[in-house]
RNA sequence: GGAGGGGUGGUCGAGUGGUUAAAGGCACCGGACUGUAAAUCCGGCGGGGAAACCCUACGUUGGUUCGAAUCCAACCCCCUCCA
């Protein structure tokens, strides 16, 4: 490979962030020449980014640290539409006033990788709605349509696959790449930018967006592709117990997010630390080499820096403060997700089913029943047998007591009144 | 507009009148083994109930039947081919 002159470029490449690149001499001269202003499109579909979404928000953060300019670009224009491809979601179309909360939550997700503001390498966030909504059809068609050859649109692969799979695929969809080619056209002209990035997904509509801004403006665009993170074992990255790994604290615990990178996978250890956390190769190395059960060292390593940079520092130490009292000394932490109690109800006692539901542990009581019939059911560490077992003051230490499911899924129960 | 195929539990996918809360796979949860790992093995996997049992569920709404996810009708949606 290329030595590469731009810390950017070199960087990303070392650390595994690109899948793949379109000149990337010219743009690695580019870089190193001048401050590159460079975006990454996300629908407004939710409140929140999930880890899915972490490698290119990483991606973001290495080019403002090295010198660049980022872009977040809301897709406000094209959630209205609604993404075709997603069967069941294709009817909830969301109000102006959801795409308008969902970007604020985004936004607040941002704030905790970027730097946003008006100076030359502060990031900024636009939304596409503001220039797509106010498209007119015709004029679109004669000014852009033109330069998009059907015969060439059909051998990109996400047509090329629907097509040979004979499935059908909708005029609208095939417009998706037309449209998020004109985003990169429209951010060029707006804000001079020169780099679109992304998923390996979107390298096709990436490079019609390169295409686009040669043929009419004569500009030379450029654009990267990260690769689709999938775990050693082959399962799509971003899901825990509760449902997905969210980037805000609001939707996920910095406890459970911290939970979640230490349980990476061992093959997986080195190759995140490279993405998720920005130490020295060097260092990664040297976690990355550890045997046997000492790579658990370098995954508390990756969950701290993880949680760091999500949540902060504090919170990424009382995340593990929480996680070594619980796991190393079978005790409790302050993160355990805490439920309280009114104090004259636990006198009466609780039924025990009922009690690990209202924790959180389990979604129902016959989840919760079926639990304790697995012998996975604790109460301060020791297994309930029973699923009739009423929990009553009289378990209570020190005013709380603990609830377990599992080796791993703990809670807190406090009494109040 | 015409012809044909299809909509099943988180997902994929069987089932074509009754023992079907609905095979099997995946995902997920618990147990064993470990290192809060992987792999493997075991158990579980709609809700309520201590249990008997009750309720909800197979696109929607009606109907036939002692009884329907299964048959009929209308409607909605998806797909393939033709115009």
Redesign the pocket.
């Known amino acids: 490979m290329t030595a590469f002159a731009s810390d950017f470029m070199r960087i990303i490449h070392e650390r595994g962030f690109v899948d793949a690149c379109t000149h990337a001499e010219e743009l690695d001269a580019l870089l190193n020449r001048e401050v590159v202003t460079a975006y990454i499109g996300y629908d407004c579909t939710a409140r929140s980014l999930h880890v899915g979404s972490l490698v290119s928000i990483m991606l973001l953060r290495w080019l403002q640290k090295t010198g660049h300019r980022p872009l977040v670009l809301m897709g406000g224009g094209t959630t209205r539409i609604g993404d075709p491809t997603g ?2 979601d ?1 009817r909830k179309l969301l109000t102006d006033d959801e795409i308008a909360a969902n970007m604020a939550g985004i936004q607040s997700v941002f704030a905790k990788y970027l730097t946003f503001g008006d100076g030359p390498t502060d990031a900024r966030m636009v939304n596409n709605a503001d220039w797509l909504d106010g498209l007119a059809y015709i004029p679109f068609l004669r000014d852009y349509g033109r330069h998009f050859s059907i015969n060439r649109m059909l051998t990109f692969d996400s047509v090329r696959m ?1 097509l040979e799979r ?5 005029f609208l969809e095939f417009n998706y790449m037309i449209l998020q080619a004109y985003d990169f056209l429209e951010l060029n002209r707006r804000d001079g930018v020169r780099l679109q990035m992304g998923g390996a997904d979107q390298w096709g509509n990436i490079v019609n967006g390169v295409e686009l801004g040669r043929r009419c403006d004569g500009v030379s665009l450029y654009g990267l592709t990260v690769p689709l993170i999938t ?5 799509k990255m971003g ?3 509760q449902g997905a790994v969210w980037l805000n604290a609001e939707q996920l615990a910095p406890y459970d997010f ?2 979640f990178w ?8 080195g190759r995140f630390l490279r993405l998720f956390t920005e130490l020295p190769l060097d260092e990664i190395a040297r976690l990355e080499a550890l ?3 000492e ?2 060292e370098a ?2 390593v990756l ?1 701290h820096e993880a949680t760091a940079l999500a949540h902060g520092e504090a919170a990424a130490l009382a995340a ?1 403060e929480t ?2 009292a ?3 000394q079978g005790g409790v932490g302050e993160d355990l997700p805490t439920v309280t109690v009114p104090a004259a109800e636990l006198a009466a006692g609780v ?1 025990a ?2 009690l690990f ?1 209202r924790a959180g542990l ?10 304790i ?6 109460l301060n560490d020791a297994v309930v047998d029973d ?2 077992r009423l929990v009553t003051d009289a378990d209570l230490s020190g005013g709380e007591l603990k609830l ?6 703990h809670a807190l129960v406090r009494v109040e009144g």
């Open positions: 069967r069941d294709m629907r004979e499935t059908h695929m909708s775990s050693a074992s082959g399962a899901k825990s117990a911290w939970q230490r349980n990476t996978e061992d093959a997986d250890v045997g046997g059960a790579i658990n995954k508390k969950a593990a996680a070594r619980v796991f190393e039924p089913p009922t539901t389990t979604a129902s009581n016959g989840e919760a029943k079926r639990l019939k697995g012998g996975g059911a604790r699923i009739g377990s499911a599992g080796r791993k899924h």
